[in-house]
């Protein structure tokens, strides 16, 4: 089920993050993604009764085949694999010990500052 979980949650954050892609860029990509990205994937792990781990590992996957495959190139589609793996490890970890309002806010919040010092850098 978490294959399933993950293919859709990139599908819902991609759906989403396209409707409202005609704002600013920075803002998008700083503010909404992360919220977007991590309620849609620990949301339906959660739902489903998907491991949120394994979730995170495979919506990282479907960014690095979109980066590998859109022009972008094998390497910010390696990091976003990396990044949603973390995050993910973060967030299922922080479920046992937290709650869902915890693990969700931080995981936002680190995504949200990765995206905005990718943002800075490139």
Sequence with gaps: MFVVAGL??????????GLVGRA???VMI??????VEEVSKTG???LWGADVFLVHIVFGGTE???DSLGGRGIWPGLAALVLHSLLGFGTAWLLMHAGVTVA???AIVLHG?????????L
Excluded: E, K
Excluded at 30 to 35: C, D, E, F, N
């Design 30 to 35: 700083v503010l909404a993604a992360p919220v």
């Design 104 to 106: 969700l806010a931080l």
């Design 64 to 66: 690095l085949f979109s």
């Design 113 to 121: 500052l990765w995206n905005y010092t990718a943002v800075r850098l």
């Design 8 to 17: 859709l949650s990139a599908v819902i954050a991609r759906y989403i993050l």
């Design 24 to 26: 600013d860029d920075a």
């Design 44 to 46: 339906l792990a959660l």
